[in-house]
Each structure stands twice: as structure tokens, then as C-alpha cells.
């Protein structure tokens, strides 16, 4: 079965402070891939990043950081300097291989107070 | 680019009535989906389609009907609306790649209430 839980619901935290969102994934398959989606107040859906299972690389943007360990299954994310526009839902996703829609974790709320 | 494009954005619906929810891709994407998101819940997949002529059912697909019968739209519709059908939809498509997996690309949403 394929599952991704997101185990905090709920994160505030003061501007200027580093913040991470936990993400955990279960998937017998040996190819996947992984994404973030972030979900401000006004509701669009907006990609942030893709990863592969075959490439444990972890990737920085901006004040954007991925951590993806296949040994925990886990691809968490972190903001650095959160700033108040970083408020918003977000969510984690799985593909398995093949032509399957993605499996979505139950997303994180994240507030970033000034 | 318009990329994903549903239709209404909004809805107020009383108990049975019926609905359907356009989406359309310019994309010439293969795949598209409908997830519908409630409160705590993510976003959970009613029905998704492979391809033109082609449907498969997700995890909440009961009282839910669709079509593909262009590969650019993927109606979603509700015979008999009920209250617990309120919720957002959103419609979403892609492509597959082995190698890149590819992100699906969502649609602005449709707000609907069931009265």
C-alpha cells in the first residue's frame, strides 16, 4: 500500500526561525517519486519540488532545503528565515512508478508570525 | 498558458440536485484527476483517467460519476448531491516519465455546498 503521513498538523512559529515539516512515505515499490506542494490562503495548489527515489541528492533553493533518506523513508522539509509569506498548508506527495496518481500526506498548517 | 482550468470556481447546491465540474488541460497531458480536499483530510482522489476514453476509480469515488471523452477535459459529475459532497475539488493532470516521475499541475479549485 502506498501511504505518506505528515505527522505535524499544525506548526507556528516566530519570523526569522528555521522550520521543518516531517514527511514519512510506505511503498513496496523500488522506483517512486516524491514531491512538496505548498497551499497559501488563497487556495491554489503550487509545486515546490520533485525528487527521485534513485537520486538521494538533497537540494537547496533560496531558503527552500529538502532532505530525502530512502534508509527512514522520510523527505522532510526545512525554511530557513521562515518569513510570514511561507504561511500556508503544505503537503507531501507520492508517485509510484508507473501511471498512479499521487498519494498525498494530510498536510501541515504552517503559520509564521511577525 | 491557461494550464488546468475549472469550471465553476463556485457552487451552492440543494440536496439532489445534480452538477458537473469541467476541467480542461492545453497541455496534452495523458493523465488527469479529480481530488477532493476537506478539512484534516489532504486531498483524496475520486476518480483519475490514464487516457482518452479512459476512467478508474480512487479512494472515495462513490456518488461520483466521470468522462474523458477528449483528452483535454475530465468532467466530474454528482447524480444526487449531498450534504456530504461539500468540499473543494480539484482537477489535475500530468505526464509520466520514468525518469522525472513529473508533478501534476492543479486547476484553481471549485468551492461546493450541498444544502
Known amino acids: 500500500a502506498q501511504k505518506v503521513t505528515q505527522a505535524q498538523t499544525e506548526i507556528s512559529v516566530v519570523e526569522k526561525e528555521d522550520v521543518t515539516l516531517d514527511c514519512v512515505y510506505e511503498t513496496r515499490d523500488t522506483t517512486y517519486y516524491l514531491f512538496w506542494y505548498k497551499q497559501p490562503p488563497s487556495g491554489e495548489l503550487v509545486f515546490l519540488i520533485r525528487r527521485n527515489s534513485f537520486d538521494e541528492q538533497n537540494e537547496i533553493s533560496g531558503r527552500y532545503s529538502w532532505n530525502f533518506q530512502k534508509s527512514t523513508s522520510s523527505f522532510n522539509f526545512t525554511i530557513t528565515a521562515s518569513q510570514v509569506v511561507d504561511s500556508a498548508v503544505y503537503f507531501c506527495a507520492l508517485r509510484p512508478s508507473g501511471n498512479t496518481p499521487l498519494v498525498f500526506g494530510k498536510g501541515t498548517r504552517l503559520s509564521v508570525i511577525a | 498558458n491557461a494550464g488546468v482550468t475549472q469550471t465553476p470556481k463556485f457552487r451552492v447546491l440543494k440536496t439532489g440536485q445534480s452538477m458537473t465540474l469541467l476541467c480542461a488541460q492545453d497541455?496534452?497531458?495523458?493523465?488527469m484527476y479529480w481530488y477532493r480536499q476537506d478539512p484534516g483530510m489532504g486531498l483524496r482522489l475520486i476518480h483519475y483517467s490514464v487516457g482518452e476514453g479512459t476512467t478508474a476509480k480512487g479512494e472515495v469515488p462513490d456518488g461520483y460519476n466521470v468522462s474523458r471523452l477528449k483528452k483535454q477535459n475530465f468532467l466530474l459529475g454528482l447524480e444526487s448531491a449531498a450534504p456530504s459532497q461539500t468540499s473543494v475539488y480539484f482537477c489535475a493532470s500530468s505526464y509520466w516519465s520514468k525518469k522525472r516521475g513529473t508533478e501534476a499541475f492543479f486547476g484553481q479549485g471549485t468551492r461546493l455546498t450541498v444544502v
Open positions: 497541455m496534452n497531458h495523458e493523465y
